[in-house]
Nanobody, 126 residues
Framework: QVQLVESGGGLVQTGGSLRLSCVAS????????MGWFRQNPGKEREFVAA????????DYATAVKGRFTISRDDAKSMVYLQMNSLKPEDTAVYYC???????????????????WGQGTQVTVSS
């Protein structure tokens, strides 16, 4: 069983920064591709960023490219999302996701992931 726990959300002003963290349980974290998604009430969950199992490949949604950075620390079983130049439209619940399997690919669809955290709220005030 894999458990993911996010942290680091909060309230920030437009232009500010936040760093989200996600810690994963289990012994095989290094063989998992990881992703971040976000969701607002009444809307579908949308892709934000992803990193391959090796950390060698990353992908970002167009809306966050150049402002957000995903990274992983396999020694700590952690994945991070550094969010800079935040905008009110970045307000959402952010979810960490994991997919088991060794692949050089990054995965951007919700159905690509089998494990999800409980989410952390990010609110950007204007």
């Amino acid at each position: 069983q894999v458990q993911l726990v996010e942290s680091g959300g909060g309230l920030v002003q437009t232009g500010g920064s936040l760093r989200l963290s996600c810690v994963a349980s289990g012994r095989t974290f290094s063989t998992r591709a990881m992703g971040w998604f976000r969701q607002n009430p009444g809307k579908e969950r949308e892709f934000v960023a992803a990193v391959s199992w090796s950390g060698g490949s990353t992908d970002y949604a167009t809306a966050v490219k150049g402002r957000f950075t995903i990274s992983r620390d396999d020694a700590k079983s952690m994945v991070y999302l550094q969010m800079n130049s935040l905008k009110p439209e970045d307000t959402a619940v952010y979810y960490c996701a994991a997919r088991e399997g060794i692949s050089a690919r990054v995965w951007s669809r919700e159905n690509d992931y089998g494990y999800w955290g409980q989410g952390t709220q990010v609110t950007v005030s204007s």
